[in-house]
T-cell receptor
């Protein structure tokens, strides 16, 4: 099992550019989510998905889009990058189980800089 | 609204001494509490969780946490710190919203263990 994988590891964008952060998991987890990590602020939830075809907004969804066409993949799209989106982005997944008690598994992160 | 607080930005401990990383929470309903660790340039790794049952929860790498309902605390502890324990530690609570809930993280506490 590769677990949760994320690409790219590092990315530099110019303001206004678009890009997609990739996330994939091979554990057949139904639940997947995206967080951003900023210094002194912990991790904040951007979007999440409880299964293929179902997505919902988290705490800080503005400027980001997601889709979930397969169980394995959960890409995060920045349509028009802004300097405020400079951050480290983590993807996570968890097993169906009982939901609220499941452990989330995190990817290694993508470090994004927007100039 | 659910929330967690980690009152210390940094904790410094000498190797071999006991360590405590503090966490307090505010939830409506039953608390589902988690501790995660993040080593430099890595994703988050699950340490332990409290769902129900014994107030003392044992986790990975010799860590344990004590759930105290009256003090709404979930402090992370280890009897004898190692230099390799130096990392960023996050306390989290399960948000009861949504079909599976999401994690709400504290801001993190940097643990530094000196030889």
């Amino acid at each position: 099992n590769a677990g949760v994988t994320q690409t790219p590891k590092f990315q530099v964008l110019k303001t206004g550019q678009s890009m997609t952060l990739q996330c994939a998991q091979d554990m057949n987890h139904e639940y997947m989510s995206w967080y951003r990590q900023d210094p002194g602020m912990g991790l904040r939830l951007i979007h999440y998905s409880v299964g293929a075809g179902i997505t919902d907004q988290g705490e800080v969804p503005n400027g980001y889009n997601v889709s979930r066409s397969t169980t394995e993949d959960f890409p995060l799209r920045l349509l028009s990058a802004a300097p405020s989106q400079t951050s480290v982005y983590f993807c996570a997944s968890s097993s169906p189980g009982t939901g609220v008690t499941d452990t989330q598994y995190f990817g290694p992160g993508t470090r994004l800089t927007v100039l | 609204a659910q929330s967690v607080a980690q009152p210390e930005d940094q904790v410094n401990v000498a190797e071999g001494n006991p360590l405590t990383v503090k966490c307090t929470y505010s939830v409506s309903g039953n608390p589902y509490l988690f501790w995660y660790v993040q080593y430099p340039n890595r994703g988050l790794q699950f340490l332990l969780k409290y769902i129900t049952g014994d107030n003392l929860v044992k986790g990975s790498y010799g860590f344990e946490a004590e759930f105290n309902k009256s003090q709404t605390s979930f402090h992370l502890k280890k009897p004898s710190a190692l230099v390799s324990d130096s990392a960023l530690y996050f306390c989290a609570v399960r948000d009861g919203r949504g079909s599976q809930g999401n994690l709400i993280f504290g801001k993190g506490t940097k643990l530094s263990v000196k030889p």
